[in-house]
Structures are given as structure tokens and as C-alpha cells.
């Protein structure tokens, strides 16, 4: 597997030094310093797969001279690619634990033995346990092969099949475009793993058909955003964050997207009556009839598209390996791609060359998308490994893990607030994949901690008996890594929706944390009720609960989008939006007692503005 890896990074370091250039310049042309960087850098990558047995040796008597200069210059490299392939910011986290490597020894609380220069880049570049750990090995075999099925899956057509087909479900309804980006955007959640491309993707057709219909630009341009990074935590593909969660938490990748399900459709649910609710107060209504697609037309042209997902499903349903889901699933949308443009040319009669050429731009625009996403990943992965190296070296996390402990006093709900705000924080800049690895590394540990502790347990022995209850801590981490694309000041899939839109970046930022909030919220939820990841559902009274919770949770995400939007049957004044609000609250905590409380006051709201909207 290191060959692999080493194999794997040298492509993808020579390939951001050739598609992605130093500085933005108008030509096309490759400069020529590109190309040696890129062969230099392929080489210094390459190093490990061409020297493993002699590095497996030299190991144990130590390395030579050439090895740290090699690994010295690795480091280096992986920066700059990530600088060119991701962006900055990235590099900036990973110097600054660099520099926390070298120079932390005299520092309070998270102060480790010094190290030299040589043991800092020899535990970062000639181990595995840092760019070549973990991350680089998930985007070595899974990450890559589902990025390529879902940019083979894109360019095939299916894109515009699951837009046209939630404009025809969803398009007469009250604010129908609105409708039919949440739609579009959860259909398209199997196709994109990013939710920048995923707003940008369906945007660019939803965005002005919502403004078409009467929404303000503001949030015409968040609602698409707000959808769109729901595509990450939407089964059945939910980005590389989720492959290296797998391994992460040593999970099979079927079971923690079988356990996104619940919270995923919570998440959307969310999404869906904040639109309505926006849709009835601004009294806007959906498309003309005449200008929709016929939903039978639409099946009939593109049914095929959801084959490929269903085998995928249920490949992994049935427990084959993610890699081989993603190689037969992958297949199959070859074969439509071929197929279509055969069929279609039965009726419309074009020369047999051109259909040739179009089905082989295709495969090749294909995989230059695939191939773009796959080396924006693997450097996030190589980089984010640098961090989750010094992680390992100086035993950060366990030191973080027990500040946050004794800031808390013990308390898992601090614990939880410090964690969400280092993921919104590093996600200001950082892909959802780098935040996540870094993120897990560093607060998921306290989670875990605080609760083994509840059990009265240590940490391994917890982690052996129940290994499953990881999953809520890692996934807590995962989901506001998502989040972090959705909050200002840098609320990256917000702004490319503005872009489409012409609104405001920050008000189109504020509006799509508002529509999408659920997000916020589910992951406290699951913390306290794991039973929404679908752990420990043994017994029937144990589905009735979970759908007890289910009933509360999705009722309190309404009260919250009422008291957000400031509508429910008729426009809210404040005292009924923090009414609202403080009852969503209430629906969402785990204390029964004030579920139902919650429950029965939101009712109460509702029942009264009933009487008023009958009258």
C-alpha cells in the first residue's frame, strides 16, 4: 500500500504543478519551470516506491543523508501543490503545526519533548503517520474511484436528468424552483461530493428561475448553497471525508452512510419547509404549467441513470468493498454513455463519426473533471496529513483532548460547542476533507473521552466495547466541517450561489446559515440520541423511540425555521418567533419532559394561528 500511496501522490503533485499555475496568467501554455517542479516533484514523491525495501532497512540503522533531503523536500512540495491544487489557507494550518512541532516545547498546556528538524521531517515524510498515513491511503483506493464515477456519472447526463426531474415534481408547487433546488441538490448529493461544484452545478439552472418567481436575490442565492452542501452528508456518496471516517473509526463505509440516512433526510426536511415557509410569506407562487417538464417524459428519458446508484447501493448493501461498488457502478455509466448517443442517433439520423467524437470528448472531458477532483483531494489528504503527523508526534490531541475536559468541568456540552467552533473555524478556507482529518484528530478525541468517562470506562477498553458509539463523535466533527461552507465570514458555497444570484456575499451568506440550520442542530441531537445514526436499534421499543425522536427533532426543526423566517400561517411578530425558537430548543434537547413541553407549546402557537388564518 505505501507504493501506492507514493505512486499516487507523485501524479498528484506533478499534476497541480501542471494544470494549476503559480500565478493565474493568460496563457495556456505550461511555463517551463512548471514542467521541471512537476518532474522534480513526481520524483521526490517517488522516492518511497523506489527505495522501499532499502527505507524499510535504513529504518531500523537510520536514514542517510539523501533520505532527509528528499523528505525535506517532499514536505515542501506537498505544500506548494496544495497551495496551487486547494488554496492557501491549508498551508497556513499546516506550517503553524510545523512550527508548533519545533518550537511547542515551551509553550503552557500543550507543551511536548523538543525535536530536532531531522526527527520532525523524518516522522512527517519516511512514516505513516503522516503524509503517507491514512488520508492519502483512502484517496489512493476509495476517494479516487468515486470521484471518477461521479464525474463519468455528471458528463453522462444524469446532472441535468435530476434537475429536469425535480422541476417537473416540484416546479408548480408554492415557490417551486426553491423546491426544486432542495430536490435537485439532494439528487445530485450522489453525483458530487463537493458543495461548491454542487451549487454551481444545479445553481446555475435553479438560481434564476427562483428569481424568475419573485425570491429576493439574497436568498434565491442561498437556498441553492444551503441544499447543495447537503450533497455531503447525503447517502449514498457523501464526499472523501466520509471514506476516511471509515478507516478513521474502522467502520465499514456501507454502515456510517446507512447511518447518515436519518439525519440527511432530518437535514433536508429543514431545508424544504424554511423554503416553503419563505415561499408562503413573500406569497409566491411556482411555475407555469405550460413551462414545466412532463414527469413521465423526463423518467422516460434518463430511468437509466438511476441504475448505476442502485447497484452501487446495493453493492455495498450486500457488503462487497466500496472499490468494487465504485468499479462496476462506474462501468455501467460507460455503458450508458455509449448507448444513449447509439439510440438517440437511431431517430435524429447523424453521421456515425460525429456520434464517435461526441462519446469521445465525453470519456475525456469525463475524466479530466474526475481527474481535477481527484488531485484537489489527494493533496487536501497529503497536506492534512503534515497536521495529523505532528498530531502523532507531540500527542496533541490527548493534551487537547484533556484541556478541553478541564475547561468543561466534565461537561459534554462545552465540549461539543469548543468542537463546533474549531470545525467552523478551519472550515473558513479549509475543503470539508482537510477539516475533517484534522478536526477528528484533534476534538473528536475529548468527545470520546468525556464518553467513555460517562461509562465509567477508559478510553481502549471503551473504544472495544462499544465501537460503534465512535461514530457519533466523528461524525459530529464531520457535519460541521460541511457547515463551515455554509457560515460567514468565509461561507465558500454561499458565495459561488451569490455569484449566480448578483446578491450580496455576507446577506446571501447569513440567509443560506438560516435555511440550512438543521445542520447546526441534528448533530447536537445524535450526540445525545444515537439512536439517529441507527445504533442500538435491537427491539421494537427501540424503533418506536427512534421514531419518537424523529417526530420531535423534525417538529422543532420547523419551530426554528418559523422563528428564523418569521412566518408559520401568518406573518410572526417576536414574541411568537422566540417563542418558537425557545420551543424548537426544547423539542431538541434529550430531556423528555422537555420535548413535550416544547411539543405541546409550538402546538399551541400553531392552533392559534389556525383559528386566526380560518377566520
Not at 452542501?229 to 471509515?246: C, D, L, N, V
Not at 457488503?319 to 462506474?330: D, K, Q, R
Request: proline share 5%; with cysteine; glycine share 8%.
Amino acid at each position: 500500500m505505501d507504493v501506492v500511496k507514493s505512486v499516487h501522490l507523485a501524479f498528484a503533485v506533478a499534476l497541480s504543478f501542471l494544470l494549476f499555475p503559480a500565478k493565474k496568467e493568460h496563457s495556456n501554455r505550461i511555463p517551463w519551470y512548471d514542467v521541471v517542479l512537476a518532474a522534480i516533484g513526481a520524483y521526490v514523491s517517488l522516492y518511497i516506491a523506489l527505495n522501499y525495501k532499502e527505507l524499510i532497512h535504513r529504518s531500523a540503522i537510520g536514514y542517510t543523508a539523501m533520505d532527509y533531503v528528499i523528505a525535506a523536500l517532499g514536505v515542501i512540495f506537498v505544500l506548494e501543490a496544495t497551495r496551487r491544487a486547494v488554496n492557501p489557507a491549508m498551508i497556513i494550518v499546516a506550517l503553524i503545526f510545523i512550527i508548533y512541532a519545533k518550537f511547542g516545547a515551551d509553550l503552557p498546556f500543550i507543551s511536548h519533548p523538543p525535536y530536532t528538524w531531522k526527527e520532525i521531517i523524518e516522522h512527517l515524510y519516511l512514516t505513516k503517520e503522516g503524509i503517507f498515513g491514512t488520508p492519502l491511503a483512502v484517496s489512493a483506493s476509495f476517494v479516487v474511484l468515486f470521484i471518477i464515477f461521479g464525474a463519468f456519472l455528471e458528463k453522462s447526463g444524469a446532472g441535468k436528468f435530476f434537475i429536469d426531474l425535480a422541476i417537473a415534481l416540484t416546479g408548480k408547487a408554492t415557490g417551486g424552483p426553491a423546491k426544486a433546488a432542495v430536490v435537485a441538490s439532494a439528487l445530485m448529493g450522489t453525483v458530487s461530493g463537493s458543495s461548491v461544484a454542487n451549487t454551481v452545478t444545479t445553481g446555475t439552472f435553479t438560481i434564476p428561475l427562483m428569481r424568475r418567481v419573485g425570491y429576493k436575490p439574497e436568498f434565491a442565492g442561498a437556498v441553492e448553497p444551503a441544499a447543495s452542501t447537503g450533497g455531503q452528508i447525503m447517502p449514498p456518496i457523501m464526499g472523501a471525508a466520509a471514506f476516511i471516517m471509515s478507516e478513521f473509526v474502522g467502520i465499514p463505509y456501507s454502515r456510517i452512510a446507512l447511518a447518515a440516512v436519518i439525519p440527511a433526510l432530518l437535514y433536508f426536511f429543514g431545508v424544504f419547509t424554511a423554503v416553503d415557509l419563505e415561499a408562503r410569506k413573500e406569497k409566491l407562487r411556482g411555475l407555469p404549467e405550460e413551462e414545466l417538464p412532463n414527469v413521465r417524459e423526463v423518467l422516460k428519458s434518463g430511468w437509466f441513470y438511476f441504475i448505476p446508484i442502485m447497484v452501487l447501493i446495493y453493492m455495498l448493501a450486500k457488503g462487497h468493498t466500496p472499490i468494487l461498488a465504485a468499479v462496476y457502478s462506474t462501468a455501467i455509466v460507460m455503458v450508458i454513455m455509449v448507448l444513449k448517443p447509439i439510440y438517440e442517433n437511431l431517430r435524429f439520423k447523424r453521421p456515425w463519426k460525429e456520434v464517435a467524437k461526441d462519446i469521445a470528448k465525453t470519456f475525456i472531458d469525463a475524466l479530466s473533471s474526475g481527474g481535477r477532483g481527484v488531485v484537489a483531494v489527494a493533496m487536501a489528504c497529503a497536506c492534512a496529513g503534515i497536521v495529523v503527523g505532528v498530531v502523532t508526534l507531540t500527542g496533541l490531541g490527548f493534551k487537547v483532548a484533556s484541556l478541553a475536559l478541564s475547561i468543561s468541568q466534565n461537561r459534554l456540552l462545552p465540549i461539543l460547542i469548543l468542537t463546533m467552533i474549531v470545525s467552523l473555524i478551519l472550515g473558513m478556507g479549509v475543503p470539508t476533507t482537510a477539516n475533517y482529518i484534522i478536526t477528528s484528530t484533534i476534538a473528536a478525541p475529548a468527545i470520546i473521552m468525556f464518553m467513555a468517562k460517562d461509562f465509567g470506562m477508559n478510553v481502549r477498553d471503551f473504544l472495544n466495547m462499544y465501537p460503534e458509539l465512535v461514530l457519533p463523535a466523528h461524525m459530529f466533527v464531520f457535519y460541521f466541517g460541511v457547515a463551515a461552507d455554509l457560515t460567514p465570514p468565509v461561507a465558500l458555497a454561499a458565495y459561488a450561489g451569490s455569484a449566480i444570484a448578483g446578491s450580496d456575499p455576507w446577506r446571501t451568506g447569513i440567509n443560506a446559515a438560516k435555511i440550512g440550520i438543521g445542520k447546526y442542530l441534528v448533530p447536537y441531537v445524535f450526540i445525545f440520541a444515537p439512536c439517529l445514526l441507527l445504533i442500538g436499534i435491537n427491539s421494537v421499543f427501540d424503533v418506536l423511540n427512534l421514531i419518537s425522536i424523529v417526530i420531535f427533532v423534525a417538529v422543532g426543526i420547523v419551530a426554528v425555521n418559523v422563528a428564523t423566517i418569521g412566518y408559520l400561517l401568518e406573518e410572526c411578530e417576536k414574541v411568537t418567533r422566540i417563542s418558537s425558537l425557545i420551543l424548537g430548543g426544547l423539542m431538541l434537547s434529550p430531556n423528555w419532559v422537555a420535548r413535550f413541553v416544547g411539543l405541546i407549546g409550538f402546538l399551541a402557537i400553531v392552533l392559534n394561528q389556525w383559528k386566526k388564518f380560518k377566520v
